[in-house]
């Protein structure tokens, strides 16, 4: 198997990312990530119920969202940041996406 350096490309072909070059980036999500997230958002609604003392809990507004084959990650970075309600666990994380995404 062929070294991979921090490079316009990895070794599997996906772009990087120019200002974080350990970052991958697939042109496929920069296109999709809005319409689906659309069509998630009529679906990840806040409960109205407060009364919960779990802050995680349904009943506290908190939501939370299991995304199986995160891949690179974009798609759940993307939807945490505009479903802030929502708590993301990302699934296949392998140092090119944040660990975390709340």
Request: glycine residues 6%.
């Amino acid at each position: 198997s062929r070294a991979c350096s921090v490079q316009a490309t990895d070794c599997r072909g996906y772009p990087r990312d120019a200002d974080d070059g350990r970052r991958r980036l697939s042109p496929s999500n920069a296109r999709n990530k809005q319409p689906i997230l659309e069509v998630l958002a009529q679906y990840l609604v806040p409960s109205l119920n407060l009364g919960s003392r779990d802050s995680r809990s349904p009943e506290s507004g908190t939501l939370e969202a299991l995304e199986i084959a995160s891949g690179t990650g974009e798609h759940v970075a993307h939807y945490a940041a505009s479903l802030p309600h929502t708590v993301w666990q990302p699934t296949e994380w392998r140092g090119h996406a944040a660990p975390q995404f709340e």
